[in-house]
């Protein structure tokens, strides 16, 4: 038997077995390690003896309450800091045409004409009579009082 076999057989508490025992009787190591072993189980059953005591209930909700109330500061401090900016307002720029043509085929209404005509005969005959002064020019208005 070897070094590494023995002490996997020990670990496993093959002690008892003639091959680890024959092994360990020639070997130090092992014998060692077969040592260590029965001291560490002889540990742990006296362990199991204690009486380990049950944790007390905590008697103080009041830091549950303050330990609750600082996490909701951190939160919303945090919340606060971090408040996402509003997005930059995007530029539109339109392109103004220079010149817009509309073509309209229908002919005025029938109120435009009548009141364009209406315009033109209320308006007072113009003559224009030139001088012989060149900067001088004569304007006569001329209003008809018959008809309209
Ligand atoms: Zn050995």
Redesign the pocket.
Known sequence: ???PE??LRLAEGGAQEPAVVE??LV?A??RALQQDLAENAVALGALREDIIQARPKRNFPWLSIAAAAAIAAIVSIQMWQFKPTPPKPLRLQAERPEEITVAIKAPPPAILTRAREHAKAAEPLKIKMLTDDPDLVIYWLVDSKEGN
């Open positions: 038997m070897t070094c023995c002490e092994h360990v070997c190591e092992c």
